[in-house]
């Protein structure tokens, strides 16, 4: 679902570009006060990642590489965090800065970059506490240290559930948003996003990617004899029916009111039009059971068209084999076009 990765990429990439310029800005506060301080080299580590956070606001707005670049950012920052905790003279309440590293990782990498950044820095940041606070001079009491670790590791829990259900709730949306809601089929969002993928494997891999657009025949007869009730219920038989028979690397999808289309991957022009003309023979021989043990025969009229022979977008395909259809409408429906030639035999009257 390239449009929701990108999408995903653009907000951290907004994360990101906050971030250098709080960087940039506490780089340098944090600097004046370490030369204040005498902390020298630390300071001037700050003034380092200040520019160095700088360079990058340019680089973050535009690279194609945004995990490589937020690595980048991050080691070196979460490295300097633990690096001043183990100087002599910090404040033990440089911690209080550990406590962002999972919510920066996670923010910034998603689930899997997120935690093992998160524990990677959480543990140097623990080790370096203990190797600085827990024996000697400045020791701290027992309870503080454990206040400190246990609210580290609680931040990083409360990070990893929220990223988690976030992936979950996202991935669930781009479901629903690609869905028709009455079949349960895919929709003609996901259509778009589909063929540029099959696409790209059709001609990675020198295969034929073919798209029939089909259209229910007679349907408003349907809503106006038994109600619009058994019309709904006819689209989802038909929709089931053609998802059930095609094969996982094709897709069915509804267009809209009663017409579908399917994309058929490694069929070429005249395997997708006897795949289609089955599909009709099938629907056709397996009528709708409704009220009062009537029942209700479904046929539709297709048109095929096949990338590179008919065009090499979805909107020039979807042209070609909507034109074929409606010619199968005018022939007398219930039958499939693939090009001007004679169309196949017809089973029922129409
Ligand atoms: N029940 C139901 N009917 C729908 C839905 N969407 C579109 N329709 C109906 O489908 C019918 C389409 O009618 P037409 O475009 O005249 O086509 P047709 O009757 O199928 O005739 P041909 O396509 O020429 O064979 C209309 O009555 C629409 O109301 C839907 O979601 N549910």
């Known amino acids: 679902?390239?449009?929701?990765?990108?999408?995903?990429?653009?907000?951290?990439?907004?994360v990101l570009r906050a971030l250098l310029w709080l960087t940039l800005g506490c780089g340098l506060i944090f600097a004046g006060l370490n030369v204040a301080r005498g902390l020298y080299l630390l300071a001037s580590l700050e003034v380092l990642y200040a520019l160095f956070a700088l360079c990058l606001l340019p680089v973050v707005a535009t690279?194609?590489?945004?995990?490589?670049?937020?690595?980048?950012?991050?080691?070196?920052?979460?490295?300097?965090?633990?690096?001043?905790l183990?100087?002599?003279?910090?404040?033990?309440?440089v911690f209080a800065w550990i406590q962002t590293i999972p919510i920066i990782s996670y923010l910034l990498l998603g689930l899997r970059g997120g935690l093992w950044m998160s524990l990677c820095f959480i543990t140097a940041a623990v080790v370096a506490f203990n190797v600085r606070y827990v024996t000697g001079e400045h020791a701290l009491n027992?309870?503080?240290?454990?206040?400190?670790?246990?609210?580290?590791?609680?931040?990083?829990?409360?990070?990893?559930?929220?990223?988690?259900?976030r992936v979950r709730n996202e991935r669930r949306l781009i479901e629903l948003a690609g869905t028709d809601n009455l079949t349960g089929i895919a929709n003609r969002m996901r259509l778009n996003e589909e063929f540029q993928r099959l696409r790209s494997q059709a001609e990675r891999s020198a295969m034929a990617l073919s798209l029939v657009v089909l259209d229910l025949d007679f349907f408003k007869r349907v809503n106006d004899q038994y109600g619009h009730d058994v019309g709904d219920k006819a689209l989802q038989h038909a929709a089931t029916m053609l998802a059930n028979?095609?094969?996982?690397s094709d897709l069915a999808c509804r267009l809209g009111g009663e017409e579908f289309a399917l994309l058929l991957l490694g069929a070429d022009h005249a395997q997708a039009a006897r795949l289609a003309d089955q599909l009709r023979q099938q629907l056709y021989s397996a009528p709708?059971?409704?009220?009062?043990?009537?029942?209700?025969?479904?046929?539709?009229?297709?048109g095929v068209a096949t990338l590179a022979q008919d065009g090499d977008d979805l909107s020039a395909l979807l042209k070609v084999a909507d034109?074929?259809?409606?010619?199968?409408?005018?022939?007398?429906?219930?039958?499939i076009?693939?090009?001007?030639?004679?169309?196949?035999?017809?089973?029922?009257?129409n």
């Open 142 to 165: 027992g309870l503080i240290v454990t206040n400190l670790a246990f609210s580290s590791l609680a931040v990083m829990l409360f990070s990893h559930i929220y990223e988690s259900s």
């Open 1 to 14: 679902m390239p449009e929701q990765l990108e999408q995903d990429q653009s907000h951290r990439r907004s």
């Open 86 to 93: 183990l100087l002599p003279n910090t404040s033990f309440t």
């Open 337 to 349: 076009v693939a090009a001007t030639a004679l169309p196949p035999a017809v089973d029922g009257p």
């Open 63 to 84: 690279t194609r590489h945004l995990v490589a670049w937020t690595v980048a950012y991050l080691v070196p920052f979460f490295c300097i965090m633990v690096f001043a």
């Open 245 to 248: 028979r095609l094969r996982g």
């Open 323 to 335: 034109r074929r259809m409606y010619e199968a409408k005018a022939l007398g429906r219930n039958r």
């Open 288 to 302: 709708l059971l409704v009220a009062s043990g009537r029942s209700l025969q479904i046929s539709f009229s297709g």
